[in-house]
């Protein structure tokens, strides 16, 4: 599966971002999606996951309360909601595919990556 990341920006404190992922090439729905996070200089890091269906999530402690990941499996679309955004909040966002039923965590347990997409929280 091929995934194309979008939608990052440059936004003030306090503010809000739509993150897309957009899939093509193989059934989506047989895929978890997550979106990780890698700031300059820090590992990449793990910020929400979404299962098959759409219907249970996670999500980073970090983030949790502010960002919302929702998935449309008729548009091979995932979408991550990020409100009340933080600086350290900055980072290129990555969406990550795999082909399983569970939610998992570490970057490694996802085959498929999209290219990133710049998030910078000016404060």
């Known amino acids: 599966v091929q995934l194309q990341a979008s939608g990052g920006g440059l936004v003030q404190a306090g503010g809000s971002l739509r993150l897309f992922c957009v899939a093509s090439?193989?059934?989506?729905?047989?895929?978890?999606i997550g979106w990780f996070r890698q700031a300059p200089g820090k590992e990449r890091e793990f910020v929400a996951a979404?299962?098959?269906?759409?219907?249970?999530?996670n999500y980073a402690d970090s983030v949790k309360g502010r960002f919302t990941i929702a998935r449309d499996n008729a548009e091979n679309t995932v979408n991550l909601r990020m409100t009340s955004l933080k600086p350290e909040d900055t980072a290129v966002y990555y969406c990550?595919?795999?082909?399983?039923?569970?939610?998992?965590?570490?970057?490694?347990?996802?085959?498929?990556w999209g290219q990133g997409t710049q998030v910078t929280v000016s404060s």
């Open positions: 090439g193989r059934t989506f729905s047989n895929y978890v």
């Open positions: 979404i299962s098959r269906a759409g219907t249970r999530t």
């Open positions: 990550a595919a795999r082909p399983s039923v569970t939610r998992a965590t570490p970057s490694t347990e996802y085959h498929y």
